[in-house]
Structures are given as C-alpha cells and as structure tokens.
C-alpha cells in the first residue's frame, strides 16, 4: 500500500474540459504524481485502483437516474470531494433546460426519445451531497486547481478569492471593457480567472459564476439605461455557463418578460 | 532649492532629449500612452511613445479617447490607474522561506526595486504620491520597499491645461497647478506657430537634469500663457466637493438611510478602491509548492469592499454593502483627517469614472449635506438604531 494520498477523478455530465485541466498541468504533473496516487482517472489512464480515496474531483451535473444515484456512492468513498467547473458547482450550460421542458428538448433533439433517461432538470453537486470545496469557471483555472490540490497536501487553506473579476482585472491593469463600453459581467462574476477575457479586450461571460455578493439587477439596469443592452440580451448574459446559480437565475429572470 | 533656477522654455522639438536624458541617468522612464482604447502609464523610450493628439472624454461610469484638433502630448486627463501601480505594486513577493524538515530559512525579498521617472505627473496624481508618503514612509508603519522606489523616483509634473468632467482637484485643493514635490514641473503650451514647455525646476536633481536639455529663459509672456492654461482647467471643472465640516457631516451621517440607497447601485465590485490613487489596502497570501519545502509570502492590493476584508474571529463584521460603501467614504473623506492628517481624496475622480455602475462620491456627499439642511429629508427613522452590518 501507497502512503501518498489517493485521488479521483470523476466525470458526470460535462464537455471533459475541467478534467483535461488537471492533464494540462504539463510542468506539474510528474511532481503531482509523485506526491499523490492518481487511484482513478480514466480519462489519463486505464488503471482504476478501488477506493476509498482521499480526495476526489467531481466534474459535471447530475442529469441522469445513474448520475444521482452514482454521486451518493462516490461521496461515501472520499473524504474530501472537490467539485470542479461551472457543470458541478451550478449545473452549467445543460441546467438551461431547467428553464424549459425537458420532453420538448429530448423530442427536439433524439429521433428515438424513449431511449433517453434524463432528469428534469441538471444540477449541481452540492445539491446531492456534501460538497468540501468548489472550484469555479468554464473551465477551472489550472493554478486554481493547483492551489486547491497542494493547500490540500500541506493542510492548510486554499487561496481562491470570493471577489469580483474586476480585483483581478486592476490588479493586472487592464483598462476596463465596461467603461469603455462593451457589457461585462465581470463586476458580479467570481475572480479566479486572472481576468482572462477582459485582458483581450472582451467583456467576461460570468464564466465562474456570481461573487460572494452580486448585485446583478444594478448592473444590468446601467446596461439597459446606457443602452448597452436590452433586457433580453440580459437574460442571456445571465443564464449562459452558471444559469442555474441562485443568483444569475434570479437576475435572469428578473429581465424576462 | 525650489524658486532657485528661473522658469524655462523647452521646445516641442527639443522635449524627446528630455525622456532620452532620464533614459541615459538610467531610470526606467514611464508615461502616458494609448493603449486599447485608454490612456494608460507604462515604460517608453521616447516622444514618439506618448498620445500625441489625444484626448478623453469621461463621465460617472464612461471613459472614451478622443482625437484632439491640435498634436498636444499630455493633451489627456487621469486614465484608469495613476503611479501607485508603480510605487505600490498590486503584488509583490514579501519574503520566501526554504526548508526540510529540520529548519527553515526565512529570505527577504533582496530584489532591487526599479528606478523610475514619471513623466506627466498631474497635480491631483503627485499629491496622491504625497499621502501614500504619509501612509508608507512613517517610521511606525513603513515599508522598506515603497520607500526605496519613492526615493529613487524622478518626477516630472504636467499642470493640467484641460479638466475631464468628472475632475474635481480644484474643489481638494490639489490642483490643476503642481506647486512642490516635483523635480520638474511643465505646462504645455500649444499656439498657431508654436509649441513648447514652461518648464520649472523643483530639486537639484531637475536642475543637473536641465542642464542637459535645450531651453531658453521664459518670458512673462510664457508664464501667463502657462498660468492661463491651467486657470482654464480649473474652470472646466463641473463636479466639486465641500471640503467645510465634511468629516462631522459624515460621522454624523452614520445610521442614514441613504447608505441603503447607495449600496442599492453599488456591486461592491471594489472598482473605485482598485482606481483610487491613494488606497492602499493590502492582503498577504502565502503560497507554497508541491514539495513543501518551499513558501512565499505575497502582498496583493484588497479592498474594503470585499466581505473577507472585515473577516475577525467568527465571520465578516461588515455583511451589508452599505456598511461597506460607508466605510469607504468615511475613511476617505472623513478618519483620513484623523488619521493621516489629511483628506484622503484627490479628486482625481477616477472612483466615479470607472465605478462600473457611476457611482459618484461627490454628489453622495451633497446628498448627505443637503440632508442635514433639510430635516424632512432625513430617514433616520427607517433606521434600526445601533450598528448597521
């Protein structure tokens, strides 16, 4: 038996995105391994070691019979489980069809609909078991990632920000889109990217979900007063990665008429 | 040594020996340039780098760059971030500690800190400088490193021939004129056949600098054009705050109910303090690598805005946006005084150019002044006595 901390690695509902993050570690990864077990990650390697495992990461919604019941059997075997990206912190782009019915979407969309079991709705981790820390964004940032996994190793508290983007967009200096004219969600949206889209001159799509207090009705109404947007366009900022995140979902639909 | 060397006259054509002399002294010589839209600071290497031409246009929550009708260098009003991201990095390495697992080793950050000149100072920005002096070089609280790149720094103010109309340093007494605390001052002088600087010397350093560069005596014409230009700004200025009993108006103001009304617009986004020329407020993050062996404490800019700023022992004391607002305004307008023995604000006023939402701190004040004109106005019966969290 290893001594080195066993990790997993799970996917549910999700685009692999957050996963291939932790293999797009490439400098840190023979350290990463060297320090813990990576026990089950079949996207990188077929060898699956049972639990039970030290920390595992959770990618993707619950969507599915099999994903519900299958989060309550992967929460038994870890003692800490970290959920990754926009999909398992808030049910990601698939919880739009919590906003619609799903029986039109699968008759939309499958020619044989009787072989789809979905749920009603998609959504995150932390509405099925107890969740020991989140990590936002579509997809995570991988030094977020890192920082989790070494605070984890070193027992102490990870340093992943609550605030707002625009922190992290002063702190690099990039001039602000959203004064400047192009709508930005950055002033309700969780820091953690490095400001990454206004940093190439574009307004942030909420990517990483609301702030620890957002106050979306005020920036949307500046929008709408300074005709940046319309209340449609409104709904759609909103209820793009993180539309099911309490707070989007209810400045989403504050803008629907 | 100020007043000792007369007013001066620099040519347009001469003034790129100016930023080649700093150059050649080996300063890193920073100034303005356009940059995505913006006019930002940052590191050039001659004339040819600075917005010729260019201006701006703000308002609470806009900020545009607009071509001038004449080729004016410093022809712009404050941009985003003034010298404080220069002076007081957004993050910096405090010191680093190695070790296994018998000792460690606690190592200073032993790099040494730039030597800039800043080139196009306005008067609001130096006066800026001056209180993070206050903040950063007292004996009680100083920081070593602050103070090393104060010290080695070249200043070259530019008294401001325009106001943008969210400026109000004529109200705060800081400007549109710098009248000490540079090495060099110039007012840029744009006529039908001519363009030049009225340069003043402000240490022995401008003064060995000048010596270097071509001029010629100013006259008493040159100095009213210049003393014109920046009376012009001055009047230009629209927005203005009443700097009488400010701080018993605000210590008074505690449990209004305005705050309520504000934090209803304010996205505690912490945009105004991040811009703020004189904030100054920093969280440390230690950081370590995958072996453990190795830590690194950082310093990184915070804001009273966020809800870990006021985390104690058992949770944020400051939960409410309002409370949070307040506690800007308060220390900026008002404990400042107390506590630094000055007003914290400039009136640069950046906070209400890039308050993403156009939250402007100078009519904020009027309100709570005409308030306490007018009785009637007050709320204060819709507040629950005690504090407001």
């Given at each position: 038996?290893?001594?080195?901390?066993?990790?997993?690695?799970?996917?549910?509902?999700?685009?692999?995105?957050?996963?291939?993050?932790?293999?797009?570690?490439?400098?840190?990864?023979?350290?990463?391994?060297?320090?813990?077990?990576?026990?089950?990650?079949?996207?990188?390697?077929?060898?699956?070691?049972?639990?039970?495992?030290?920390?595992?990461?959770?990618?993707?919604?619950?969507?599915?019979?099999?994903?519900?019941?299958?989060?309550?059997?992967?929460?038994?075997?870890?003692?800490?489980?970290?959920?990754?990206?926009?999909?398992?912190?808030?049910?990601?782009?698939?919880?739009?069809?919590?906003?619609?019915?799903?029986?039109?979407?699968?008759?939309?969309?499958?020619?044989?609909?009787?072989?789809?079991?979905?749920?009603?709705?998609?959504?995150?981790?932390?509405?099925?078991?107890?969740?020991?820390?989140?990590?936002?964004?579509?997809?995570?940032?991988?030094?977020?990632?890192?920082?989790?996994?070494?605070?984890?190793?070193?027992?102490?508290?990870?340093?992943?920000?609550?605030?707002?983007?625009?922190?992290?967009?002063?702190?690099?200096?990039?001039?602000?889109?959203?004064?400047?004219?192009?709508?930005?969600?950055?002033?309700?949206?969780?820091?953690?990217?490095?400001?990454?889209?206004?940093?190439?001159?574009?307004?942030?799509?909420?990517?990483?979900?609301?702030?620890?207090?957002?106050?979306?009705?005020?920036?949307?109404?500046?929008?709408?007063?300074?005709?940046?947007?319309?209340?449609?366009?409104?709904?759609?900022?909103?209820?793009?990665?993180?539309?099911?995140?309490?707070?989007?979902?209810?400045?989403?639909?504050?803008?629907?008429? | 040594?100020?007043?000792?060397?007369?007013?001066?006259?620099?040519?347009?054509?001469?003034?790129?020996?100016?930023?080649?002399?700093?150059?050649?002294?080996?300063?890193?010589?920073?100034?303005?340039?356009?940059?995505?839209?913006?006019?930002?600071?940052?590191?050039?290497?001659?004339?040819?780098?600075?917005?010729?031409?260019?201006?701006?246009?703000?308002?609470?929550?806009?900020?545009?760059?607009?071509?001038?009708?004449?080729?004016?260098?410093?022809?712009?009003?404050?941009?985003?971030?003034?010298?404080?991201?220069?002076?007081y990095?957004?993050?910096?390495?405090?010191?680093?500690?190695?070790?296994?697992?018998?000792?460690?080793?606690?190592?200073?950050?032993?790099?040494?800190?730039?030597?800039?000149?800043?080139?196009?100072?306005?008067?609001?920005?130096?006066r800026a400088i001056e209180i993070q002096d206050i903040v950063f070089m007292n004996p009680e609280t100083a920081d070593?490193?602050y103070?090393?790149?104060?010290?080695?720094?070249?200043?070259?103010?530019?008294?401001?021939?325009?106001?943008?109309?969210?400026?109000?340093?004529?109200?705060m007494?800081t400007?549109?004129?710098?009248?000490?605390?540079?090495?060099?001052?110039?007012?840029?002088?744009?006529?039908?056949?001519?363009?030049?600087?009225?340069?003043?010397?402000?240490?022995?350093?401008?003064?060995?600098?000048?010596?270097?560069?071509?001029?010629?005596?100013?006259?008493?014409?040159?100095?009213?054009?210049?003393?014109?230009?920046?009376?012009?700004?001055?009047?230009?200025?629209?927005?203005?705050?009443?700097r009488?009993?400010v701080k018993?108006?605000?210590?008074?103001?505690?449990?209004?109910?305005?705050?309520?009304?504000?934090?209803?617009?304010?996205?505690?986004?912490?945009?105004?303090?991040?811009?703020c020329p004189t904030c100054f407020c920093?969280?440390?993050?230690?950081?370590?690598?995958?072996?453990?062996?190795?830590?690194?404490?950082?310093?990184?800019?915070?804001?009273?805005?966020?809800?870990?700023?006021?985390?104690?022992?058992?949770?944020?004391?400051?939960?409410?946006?309002?409370?949070?607002?307040?506690?800007w305004?308060t220390h900026k307008l008002a404990s400042w005084i107390d506590q630094f023995g000055t007003s914290g604000c400039v009136?640069?006023?950046?906070?209400?150019?890039?308050?993403?939402?156009?939250?402007?701190?100078?009519?904020?004040?009027?309100?709570?002044?005409?308030?306490?004109?007018?009785?009637?106005?007050?709320?204060?019966?819709?507040?629950?006595?005690?504090?407001?969290?």
């Open positions: 038996m290893s001594e080195k901390p066993k990790l997993a690695v799970w996917k549910f509902s999700s685009c692999d995105g957050c996963q291939l993050s932790l293999l797009d570690c490439e400098d840190e990864l023979l350290a990463i391994t060297g320090v813990i077990t990576v026990a089950n990650f079949v996207e990188a390697s077929r060898e699956v070691l049972p639990g039970p495992y030290d920390v595992s990461l959770v990618e993707g919604s619950v969507t599915t019979p099999h994903e519900k019941e299958l989060i309550q059997e992967i929460r038994k075997e870890s003692a800490i489980l970290i959920s990754i990206g926009a999909c398992a912190t808030a049910g990601g782009i698939q919880a739009l069809k919590n906003f619609a019915d799903v029986k039109d979407y699968v008759s939309a969309v499958y020619a044989h609909p009787e072989y789809i079991k979905t749920l009603a709705t998609a959504t995150a981790i932390s509405e099925h078991v107890k969740v020991d820390y989140e990590l936002r964004g579509c997809p995570i940032n991988k030094e977020q990632l890192l920082e989790v996994v070494i605070a984890l190793l070193q027992k102490r508290r990870p340093n992943i920000p609550l605030y707002s983007v625009c922190i992290e967009c002063k702190r690099r200096g990039t001039s602000c889109v959203m004064v400047k004219g192009t709508p930005c969600m950055g002033p309700v949206t969780q820091a953690g990217c490095n400001a990454l889209c206004p940093a190439h001159n574009r307004g942030c799509y909420g990517c990483f979900g609301p702030m620890e207090m957002p106050n979306g009705r005020s920036l949307g109404n500046w929008m709408i007063d300074k005709k940046m947007a319309e209340p449609k366009d409104l709904v759609r900022m909103f209820r793009t990665f993180n539309a099911d995140a309490p707070a989007f979902k209810e400045a989403g639909n504050s803008y629907e008429k | 040594m100020k007043d000792a060397m007369p007013a001066v006259c620099i040519d347009r054509a001469d003034f790129d020996s100016v930023i080649k002399a700093l150059a050649g002294d080996g300063y890193n010589v920073v100034g303005p340039v356009l940059r995505e839209g913006a006019i930002i600071y940052d590191e050039i290497s001659g004339v040819s780098d600075l917005p010729e031409g260019w201006g701006d246009e703000q308002e609470a929550g806009t900020y545009r760059t607009v071509k001038r009708n004449d080729k004016a260098l410093f022809g712009h009003n404050s941009g985003q971030q003034a010298w404080k991201k220069f002076l990095p957004s993050r910096e390495r405090l010191w680093s500690a190695q070790g296994d697992n018998a000792e460690f080793k606690i190592e200073p950050n032993a790099e040494t800190p730039p030597k800039y000149a800043f080139v196009g100072v306005h008067a609001c920005d130096l070593p490193r103070g090393k790149r104060r010290e080695g720094a070249f200043i070259v103010a530019v008294n401001c021939a325009q106001s943008a109309k969210t400026c109000f340093c004529a109200a007494g400007g549109p004129r710098a009248e000490s605390g540079f090495d060099l001052s110039l007012t840029e002088i744009i006529e039908a056949n001519a363009h030049y600087f009225v340069a003043t010397v402000g240490s022995a350093r401008g003064e060995t600098l000048m010596q270097k560069i071509k001029s010629r005596p100013a006259t008493d014409a040159d100095l009213q054009a210049a003393a014109t230009r920046t009376e012009n700004a001055q009047k230009q200025q629209v927005r203005s705050l009443d009488e009993g018993e108006l605000l210590f008074s103001s505690y449990s209004d109910a305005h705050w309520d009304k504000i934090a209803e617009r304010c996205l505690s986004c912490a945009n105004c303090t991040m811009v920093s969280k440390t993050e230690d950081t370590t690598d995958l072996s453990g062996n190795h830590a690194d404490r950082w310093r990184l800019w915070d804001s009273c805005f966020t809800v870990d700023f006021s985390y104690i022992h058992g949770g944020s004391i400051r939960k409410q946006v309002a409370s949070r607002y307040r506690q305004m009136g640069c006023g950046r906070c209400i150019t890039w308050c993403p939402v156009g939250i402007d701190i100078t009519e904020e004040a009027k309100v709570f002044r005409e308030e306490k004109m007018d009785p009637r106005l007050r709320g204060d019966d819709e507040v629950v006595k005690g504090t407001k969290q």
